[in-house]
């Protein structure tokens, strides 16, 4: 047991080769630990301004990609120790005046096995975030340009978020929703 985050840790990701783990929080940290000893790698404490809500490894290198609230991707180069780029999913937020409060963000994001795309998931059009009044959504990149390919929402006007995606071997992607239009 390991005291990883001041306040709640919202993901935590093991990378390929089983050596490593990464950790998101409340405290907009993203950590990075080996396995083997429990000792804290990385602390990238700076480039996230809201909570991290995510975090992977990609496929085949060294590198971790970090999402939050604001739909702000980081990539983390971790053989220097420092941030990469950033990618903009911010399609997948909004901010409530009225209600004063984000929404939203990057509630999964994967790979494909190739590495050449990230696929990140959320919602957008959130006209009542606590009412729940909101589409499920993904917005899918091509991971060495870092553009944006694809914001995907479904038809039939579906309420809810999409919480999870994953790339089928075919490079189809999979979505699972849930959320006031039920689970889908």
């Known amino acids: 047991?390991?005291?990883?985050?001041?306040?709640?840790?919202?993901?935590?990701?093991?990378s390929s080769d089983g050596c490593l783990a990464a950790t998101g929080g409340n405290?907009?940290?993203?950590?990075?630990?080996?396995?083997?000893t429990g000792e804290l790698i990385?602390?990238?404490?700076?480039?996230?301004?809201?909570?991290?809500?995510?975090?992977?490894?990609?496929?085949?290198?060294?590198?971790?990609?970090?999402?939050?609230l604001t739909g702000r991707l980081i990539d983390w180069d971790l053989e220097a120790g420092k941030e990469r780029r950033r990618l903009d999913a911010s399609k997948l937020h909004s901010y409530n005046g009225g209600q004063r409060v984000d929404y939203?963000?990057?509630?999964?994001?994967?790979?494909?096995?190739?590495?050449?795309?990230?696929?990140?998931?959320?919602?957008?059009?959130?006209s009542n975030p606590l009412g729940a009044v909101n589409n499920p959504a993904i917005v899918l990149f091509n991971w060495e340009s870092g553009e944006e390919i694809?914001?995907?929402?479904?038809?039939?006007?579906?309420?809810?978020?999409?919480?999870?995606?994953?790339?089928?071997?075919?490079?189809?992607?999979?979505?699972?929703?849930g959320g006031s239009g039920g689970g889908h």
């Open 104 to 126: 939203g963000g990057i509630r999964d994001m994967v790979f494909n096995v190739q590495g050449d795309r990230l696929v990140c998931a959320g919602l957008v059009n959130a």
């Open 27 to 36: 405290d907009q940290h993203v950590k990075v630990w080996s396995l083997e």
């Open 150 to 177: 694809q914001l995907q929402k479904p038809g039939d006007g579906l309420k809810g978020v999409a919480w999870g995606a994953r790339f089928h071997p075919d490079n189809l992607i999979v979505v699972g929703t």
């Open 42 to 68: 990385h602390d990238f404490n700076k480039g996230h301004e809201k909570p991290v809500y995510k975090v992977t490894f990609h496929p085949q290198s060294k590198i971790l990609v970090s999402a939050d």
């Open 1 to 14: 047991q390991v005291h990883g985050h001041d306040g709640w840790v919202r993901c935590v990701a093991v």
